[in-house]
């Protein structure tokens, strides 16, 4: 009998080591649980990154319209095609064109020959007067003369007759002559009023002058403008670029700018490329962060992998407000300001305009603010919140209120202090880490 309560304890005993064997290598190979990552609260300078999206748009795009009207005789560029300034993109036929520049030139001078007859006309018309006024003169002043030389003889010889020293004859003769010279008097005197009506004559001969000396001015626009429409049929490229539409074809007969509302046909789209811009809006919260000159980096689906450095070149002085859905009966309005983006480097030419295009832009610095890493950022409950790591190493979750951030980091306006240890959630997606949380 004492052999056997010997046997028990023994199996006891050994069945309790076992089970101590056991337990402790079921907690030797008990998966461990994976170290925490952390990081501080810290105090110090945040550079503030301001996200926007824009599209793609060129220096300049130029729709080349043509004036004239007819049949498109010459078309030598096609889309894609690289046009420099003053080179010829359409002719039109200008047939009829030059015929009206020739008639012009035909116009203008037989209205040049016109003009100098008249000068010359009005010259002669001036000497005549002159010639005329002074024979006038001469004879007036010589017919008063003769009579007044006449009527002396006529009274002298009215007192000799009387002392009977001359025959009546003399007297006579002498009266005849007295009245004959006082009709070349007057017919002197009519002379020198005609002068006026000669005069008259000059001053209309100096306006037919003028009036075709306007003639001539009026020719001479005539063919200036015959000679201007006769540009039209000529289309040359007004900027350097690149053919991005073309409207018409060779062959086709178009309407003039006199037939066309739109003062004329649009023959193509020239792009210019020489620089490239991100037409970004800006949310209004983050307008006063942004000015002029501020460093960008911009990224596009286009051109994927790469990272175009930029320049803030232009901030619109006034906010568009843009409903969030034009369909929709949501009243809440999305403020938002325009700005431009000049993107610079080498590669630029990657951007095609109307391209989508992300911005980053690096704007303000916030001296001496409370910020942590964007991965110990969380959302529960509609809250923005943190895992504090206590100093006896429990976990807290604390809701906080959050400002400014950049690609790394995220200023903390209240709820942590400087030094506190927090808990980074990397993969957690609901942390603020998580791509297109901006």
Known sequence: MKKFWIIL?????????????????????????APQHTAIVQRGTLS????ATGNVQANRTVDIKCQAGGEITSLPFQIGDAVKKGEVVLKVDPTLEEQALAIAQQNLQQAVLTLQSA????????????????????????????????????????TLLQEKLVPQQTYDNDETTMVRDQQSLRLAEVQMMQLKTQALQVKLQKLNVQLDHVAVLIQHSNLKNARTNLGYYTVTAPINGAVANVDVQQGQVIASATTNVGGGTTVMTLVDTSHIYINATINE?????????????????????VVFP????????????????????????????????????????????????????????LPNVLFIPLQAVVIQHHEDTVTVVMPDGKEVSKAITLGQRNDTDWQVLAGLKAGQKVVLHLGD?????????H
């Open 9 to 33: 304890v023994i199996l006891i005993l050994a069945g309790a080591a076992y089970g101590a064997y056991k337990y402790h290598m079921a907690i030797a190979n008990a998966p461990k649980p």
């Open 48 to 51: 503030v990154h301001v996200y």
């Open 119 to 158: 000068q010359v006309n009005y010259q002669i018309a001036k000497e005549n007067l002159i010639t005329s006024r002074q024979t006038d003169q001469a004879n007036l002043l010589s017919a008063q003369a003769q009579v007044k030389n006449d009527q002396l003889n006529v009274q002298r010889d009215a």
């Open 285 to 305: 919260s983050d307008i006063n962060h942004v000015k002029i000159g501020d460093v960008s980096q911009i990224t596009a689906a286009g051109a994927p992998g």
């Open 310 to 365: 930029g320049r803030v070149v232009l901030m619109a002085p006034e906010s568009i407000q843009d409903q969030a859905s034009s369909t929709s009966n949501s009243n809440s309005n999305v403020v938002t300001f325009q700005a431009k983006i000049e993107v610079l480097g080498k590669n630029k030419e990657m951007l095609k305009p109307g391209m989508t295009a992300n911005v980053t832009i690096f704007a303000d610095k």
């Open 429 to 437: 997606l609901s942390s603020m880490w998580t791509p297109g949380r």
